[in-house]
């Protein structure tokens, strides 16, 4: 069993940045891969960017690369993802996941922290 846990979210003016933290506990994660996830009202949850654990690889969907940066802190098991030049389409409840790093299906999710973007 994983447990994950987000914090960072908050309200932030168009243009400026937030960094989200994922704090990940239950089992060892050398081996896993982790993601970060949004879900804006009305919409599907999607894929934001991911991280492989043991190696530092990541990966990004295209309406985040260049602004968000997934990194991850191995002694504190925690996933980060620095999200700079926020855009009011940002706003979205995150979560972190842990994923397959071949389809980056996600298995076990974190309770999701809220992002508000003002234009």
């Known amino acids: 069993q994983v447990q994950l846990v987000e914090s960072g979210g908050g309200l932030v003016q168009a243009g400026g940045s937030l960094r989200l933290s994922c704090a990940a506990s239950g089992r060892t994660f050398s081996n896993l891969s982790m993601g970060w996830f949004r879900q804006a009202p009305g919409k599907e949850r999607d894929f934001v960017a991911a991280?492989?654990?043991?190696?530092?690889?990541?990966y990004y969907a295209d309406s985040v690369k260049g602004r968000f940066t997934i990194s991850r802190d191995n002694a504190k098991n925690t996933v980060y993802l620095q999200m700079n030049s926020l855009k009011p389409e940002d706003a979205a409840v995150y979560y972190c996941?842990?994923?397959?790093?071949?389809?980056?299906?996600?298995?076990?999710w974190g309770q999701g922290t809220q992002v508000t973007v003002a234009s």
């Open positions: 996941a842990t994923i397959l790093w071949n389809n980056f299906a996600p298995f076990y």
């Open positions: 991280i492989r654990w043991s190696s530092g690889t990541t």
